[in-house]
Structures are given as structure tokens and as C-alpha cells.
């Protein structure tokens, strides 16, 4: 189950990586550092999300409604937070040194395809993985 949400964070590096090849953006020391910093920020979405699913396993919901229900209690407060860190990096997006622009561009993103992953992907990771239930965990 700890690696649930590393795979979509995986779809999350590969998605900003197809991103940069689909519209001609080449690879620099700037555009490399995104992969650890969307993995950074990514993992936090995630791991909201799992925390909240195991809360309603340990609460004694089955699988799918702890599922259901983890992603109903974390959609806003997440989007909150991706609506602000994205637009800081689309400020930062705005910026008239070009690997500035790159970088708040590539993060926000980074951080969108983050929200999408965790909101919508990692839910079918956790159906993948043998449901804790009400164990300890």
C-alpha cells in the first residue's frame, strides 16, 4: 500500500516529461530540477489522500466508500492549495528572465498534473493494493 501513491507520481514526472517534448521545450538544468520538485509537492497531495483513505478503513467503511469518501473530504481543501501554489508559479511564470518563466511554468504545471493524478488516478492505484480495513496501521 506505501507504494500506491508513488506510481501516479510517476504518470505526474512522465506527464510535465511528454509535456516538454510535445511542445518543443528542451531538456536544462532548470527543467531537470522539476522532476524532484513536482515528485516533492505531488507526494503531498497523495499522501492527504491515502491518509484519509486509511482513516475510513480504520472506521470500518469498506474499500470503495473509504475511497469515495477520502476524495470527497480532500477535493477542496487540495484544489485550494493547487489554485494558490499554481498561481504563485504562474507568477513567477511571468517573469522576463526566460529559465524563470520556464521553471514557474513547468512547476505549475507540474503541480496541476499533481492534483489531476492524485484526484482522479490514484484512487484506481489504491483498488490494486489489499484494503487494510480495520487493522491497525
Known amino acids: 500500500l506505501a507504494f500506491a501513491p508513488i506510481l501516479p507520481l510517476l504518470l505526474v514526472i512522465g506527464g510535465i516529461h511528454a509535456t516538454m517534448y510535445f511542445i518543443g521545450m528542451p531538456f536544462n538544468a532548470v527543467t531537470l530540477l ?13 499522501i492527504h489522500i491515502m491518509h484519509r483513505y486509511l482513516e475510513f478503513g480504520k472506521s470500518g467503511y469498506n ?55 492524485s484526484r482522479f488516478i490514484l484512487p484506481f492505484f489504491l483498488n490494486l493494493f489489499p484494503f487494510p480495513g480495520n487493522r491497525k496501521v
Open 63 to 117: 474499500q470503495q466508500d473509504a475511497i469515495q469518501n477520502a476524495i470527497k473530504v480532500s477535493s477542496t481543501p487540495l484544489f485550494g492549495s493547487m489554485v494558490t501554489t499554481v498561481t504563485v508559479f504562474m507568477i513567477i511564470a511571468l517573469s522576463p528572465i526566460p529559465p524563470m518563466a520556464t521553471f514557474g511554468f513547468l512547476m505549475a504545471l507540474a503541480i496541476g498534473y499533481a492534483y489531476l493524478v
Open 34 to 46: 522539476i522532476a524532484a520538485l513536482a515528485a516533492g509537492i505531488g507526494i503531498d497531495l497523495m
